[in-house]
Every structure is written in structure tokens, then in C-alpha cells.
């Protein structure tokens, strides 16, 4: 499995994967500027999904 930065600032509490390729996450955990300047939030979803392997966000 190959590992690359996310560069992702969030809370660990403020997600949860269900292992069948949806993720949940808490938009106050992690869609802040003052945790990750300048990204959006759909920069932000594609960013999550990826590093966390899943297909969809909710």
C-alpha cells in the first residue's frame, strides 16, 4: 500500500469509515480554514476519500 502526505488537519473522533467504502464525516471536525487554509470543501471530500480509500462521503 503505497503512502503519500495528506496534509489533512481534522479530528480523529470526527470521522468514521464503515469499511464498505463510505465515510463519514463531521463537517465541524474538519472543514475549517483554520485547520486546512484555502481548500474547498470539495477538495477536501476528494482529499478524504483517497486517503482513506472510500467512494463516498457523507
Known amino acids: 500500500m503505497p ?8 479530528e480523529a473522533g470526527g470521522i468514521k469509515h ?3 467504502g463510505i465515510l463519514t464525516a463531521h463537517a465541524s471536525c474538519w472543514d ?4 486546512i487554509p484555502g481548500l474547498s470543501r470539495v477538495a477536501l471530500g476528494e482529499r478524504l476519500e483517497r486517503a ?3 467512494e463516498h462521503i457523507i
Open 3 to 10: 503512502i503519500w502526505p495528506s496534509y489533512l488537519v481534522g
Open 18 to 20: 464503515d469499511d464498505h
Open 32 to 35: 475549517s480554514n483554520n485547520r
Open 52 to 54: 482513506y480509500g472510500a
